[in-house]
């Protein structure tokens, strides 16, 4: 009996001080997420535990090689400015929900729920960006982080979206009237006129530059920058 298996390995790394050679932070692993975060000056990540497979969210500190487990069942972190709350997906009674805690990942409360398992926050810190199907399309909602009333940002199927340093833009991974893929910018007060970018396939990440300029983005081993 002759059987193939997929080794799909993910590690993080780091270009710093304008280099373009990247640093390893934390090596390939078959049990590394993609999604990743800056706390402060920890970083944070999730590994799927091989014994139960559940994942959790990992700390690394700056200057350190020792990360730490920091909350268990939790998957796609994403943190606040200051670095005091963290932000993260978990899988709980069969429904996916946005929960927060504090920087040491204790105190732990659910604010929303989810159809997909990436989490952003607002520059201001004050809201979490995520997607939601109450509107019968995977569309773009945000939700208080201290708790409050979901309101939908825009009506139209979405993927991926990240605000824009200033708080003022949305970008998102969206689709065309020939199902193609395009990147979809807008204004968070009103996303009702969207400008479009079309992509050759659908990023597997999408950021903005830190100075608000452009759009970053990875399609198989690349990553861009438009």
Not at 90 to 104: K, M, S
């Amino acid at each position: 009996l002759a059987v193939a298996r997929w080794d799909y390995q993910v590690g993080i790394s780091v270009l710093e001080g304008g280099s373009l050679e990247p640093s390893d932070l934390v090596p390939a692993g078959p049990f590394v997420g993609e999604d990743l975060a800056w706390a402060g000056d920890t970083l944070l990540y999730a590994v799927l535990s091989p014994a139960n497979n559940l994942p959790a969210i990992w700390a690394l500190r700056r200057g350190e090689s020792s990360p730490e487990e920091l909350i268990g069942n939790a998957y796609s972190p994403a943190a606040t400015p200051d670095g005091q709350t963290i932000v993260f997906s978990r899988v709980q009674d069969d429904r996916r929900g946005i929960w927060r805690a504090d920087r040491d990942g204790r105190g732990a409360v659910e604010v929303g729920t989810s159809a997909s398992g990436r989490v952003t926050v607002t520059p201001d810190g004050e809201q979490a960006l995520y997607l939601s199907l109450e509107s019968g399309v995977q569309s773009v909602w945000s939700v208080p982080l201290a708790g409050g009333t979901p309101v939908q940002i825009a009506n139209v199927y979405a993927f991926q979206p990240v605000p824009s340093p200033d708080g003022r833009m949305l970008a998102f991974v969206s689709l065309d009237s020939d199902r193609r893929p395009v990147i979809a910018v807008c204004e968070v007060s009103d996303c009702s006129s969207r400008r479009t970018i079309p992509l050759p396939r659908r990023p597997a990440a999408l950021q903005w530059t830190p100075d608000g300029r452009g759009l970053a983005y990875a399609t198989l081993s690349n990553i861009w920058v438009q």
